[in-house]
């Protein structure tokens, strides 16, 4: 006789594992001031998901509860649960220096260090015990190859990173990431600080990179999360007001506060 309770175990691991990065009840809170409210959101494996919102409605809190990137800012406090592959990442047990390796972040603007090319993507691998020069050439080639950096700068590894164009060292930061070998990839406006043609090649880039990573980007650009991203969650005053495939929320969303939103009424 098959055991319902077996095959819906394995049916519901099945449908766990689709999920890199999942939330329950989430709450954030600045002091007393209440910054995320009740977050419950379930991000897709190899998808990019996009957080869109107006100024302020708690999208960056977001993003940064997931590498505990907050932990830095005194007077937080959080509530609920928010795992990665099953693990807590609010876990006192946990490794928040190897959680921030798998959980690569990309700021606003470039920050590369001032170091050469070769160095800045070398940095992480050297700091996590890689010394031999051979392993460390082919990780830096690797890295700005995925970054679709390479062609542009492999004459000029041993220059200094800050020479680049804003667009390239932002494609450097990503490859720095990418040196680390992350699962997730967290974007926090990436391409506030480029120009159009750099930012049409960051989109690109991104839409290459979740072949092999998760990608959750914050975005101002509507029309870039409806290019870059398989799903988008609207946030508004600290609530996920909602959650779906990016093609709903732009072209059928449930809510009126999204619809609104979209459309420019308001944010
Ligand atoms: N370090 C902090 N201390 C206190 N309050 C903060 C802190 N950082 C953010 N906040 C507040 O939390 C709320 C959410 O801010 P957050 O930066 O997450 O919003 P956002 O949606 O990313 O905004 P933006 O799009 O302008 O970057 C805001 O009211 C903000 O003022």
């Known amino acids: 006789m098959v055991d319902i309770r077996e095959e819906q175990t394995q049916e519901a691991v099945a449908k766990r594992s689709d999920f890199i990065i999942k939330t329950d009840a989430l709450n954030l809170y600045y002091g007393d001031f209440q910054a995320l409210i009740d977050i419950n959101m379930d991000m897709k494996q190899n998808k990019v998901t996009a957080l869109i919102g107006p100024s302020g409605c708690g999208k960056s809190t977001f993003l940064r509860t997931i590498n505990r990137m907050n932990d830095l800012i005194e007077g937080v406090r959080i509530e609920g649960s928010i795992k990665l592959r099953g693990d807590s990442i609010y876990d006192p047990k946990l490794d ?16 590369p260090f001032p170091l050469s090319i070769y160095d800045n993507v070398a940095y992480g691998p050297r700091i996590h015990g890689i010394k031999n020069k051979k392993k460390l050439d082919e990780i830096v080639e ?88 398989d799903d988008t969650g609207f946030f508004l005053n600290g609530r996920l007001v909602e959650f779906d495939q990016t093609d709903k929320i732009f072209t059928n969303p449930a809510k009126k506060e999204t619809d609104d939103y979209i459309s420019g009424r308001f944010g």
């Open 142 to 229: 690797q890295s700005l190859r995925y970054a679709v950096l390479w062609d542009e700068v492999k004459d000029r590894l041993n220059t200094s990173a800050l020479g680049l164009s804003g667009g390239q060292q932002q494609r450097l930061v990503i490859a720095r990431v990418l040196a680390v070998e992350p699962e997730v990839i967290l974007m926090d406006e990436p391409a506030s600080a480029l120009d159009p043609i750099s930012t049409s090649k960051l989109e690109e880039l991104i839409i290459e990179l979740k072949s092999k990573y998760s990608i959750v980007i914050v975005t101002h650009n509507m029309q870039q999360a409806a290019r870059v991203s």
């Open 96 to 111: 928040v220096a190897e959680l921030r390796k798998n959980v690569g972040m990309v700021f606003q603007r470039p920050n």
